[in-house]
């Protein structure tokens, strides 16, 4: 595990050089997320836009962008910023058609699962696009990481943005993780109905590509169908930063009503910035479900 936080710090490294030396003389930037990447293009937008409150910022699905919007806006667009998951690989082919023929300049940020599957028919050398590959197994933690560092390169005089700074060697925190989460790392072993708040909507994508019940507090409709049956679950795992108490109090007490008990609840409370919060539920989530 401490090998793939310091090949995520090193990944993220040279990606955010990369974004923070383009994004300083962008106007317009344009996140796009394909599957279940949303979270990690929001968790960006987020901090681009205290780094840099002056760029205008925009997150979007790649399915609804690539014919509906992208051809009306091309001009305007200084970066698109593309992620995606393993499994809509259709859609992100779409998207690269698409801002390929609209000459749009771009980063595909996508683990490298994808790269490799489809190398042959994407390595012509598109004007404008710079392909990045991320081993998959770390490319969640590596783009959260990434985030944070290009906030930190754009606008390091602002005082949440350099605070960062302080938490992103996380190779360095592997074994603290394990022990102060332990209870958390059990429970995740044996249980797989998790609710995330909406800061820990990139942990919750994560766990959900490795086939855990996600519920995201609060996000219907799926949120709804987890109140149908929630006097049903024999344990519950909650996943959330401090910042949200009062959001997940309220949770927990609409669930007691409903018949949960709160012994039933397994409480991941991460008492940190929202921004770098995700990461050690991310470190949490690998931990349990990595196999070294």
């Known amino acids: ?31 796009i997320y394909c599957g279940s990447t949303y979270g990690l293009a929001q968790h960006m937008l987020s901090i681009l836009k205290i780094s840099k409150p002056q760029l205008s ?38 998207l690269l058609q698409s801002i390929f023929l609209n000459n749009i300049k771009s980063m595909f940020i996508i683990p490298n699962i994808l ?9 012509r050398g598109f004007e404008n696009i710079n392909i990045i590959e991320i081993e998959n197994n770390i490319y969640r ?21 350099n605070r960062m700074k302080n938490e992103i060697e996380i190779a360095s925190v592997v074994d603290e993780i394990i022990y102060r989460y332990k209870y958390v790392i059990d429970a995740l072993k044996t249980n797989k109905n998790v609710v ?48 949200e108490d009062h959001i997940v109090n309220e949770f927990i007490i609409e669930s007691v009503r409903k018949g949960l008990r709160k012994e039933q609840f397994v409480n991941m409370r991460i008492n940190t910035d929202p921004f770098t919060a995700p990461l050690y539920g991310i470190l949490v989530s690998m931990i349990t479900t990595l196999k070294n």
């Open 1 to 31: 595990m401490v090998h793939a936080a310091k090949k995520a710090e090193e990944t993220s490294e040279k990606i955010s050089l990369k974004l923070a030396s383009i994004i300083r003389n962008s106007n317009t930037v344009l996140l």
């Open 141 to 161: 933690l590596t783009l959260l990481l990434t985030a944070m560092k290009t906030g930190i390169y754009i606008g390091e005089s602002i005082t949440r943005i």
């Open 115 to 123: 790269y490799e599957k489809h190398k042959v028919q994407w390595n």
């Open 57 to 94: 910022l925009t997150a979007i699905d790649g399915d609804y962008a690539y014919n509906i919007l992208l051809p009306y806006i091309a001009e305007t667009i200084d970066l698109a910023i593309v992620f995606s998951d393993i499994v809509h690989e259709k859609t992100l082919t779409r």
């Open 196 to 243: 995330v708040s909406k800061t820990m909507i990139p942990v919750g994508e994560y766990l959900e590509e490795h086939n855990y019940n996600v519920y995201i507090m609060n996000e219907t409709p799926k949120y709804l169908l987890l109140n149908n049956f929630i006097n049903t679950l024999n344990v519950l795992i909650l996943i959330h930063s401090s910042i």
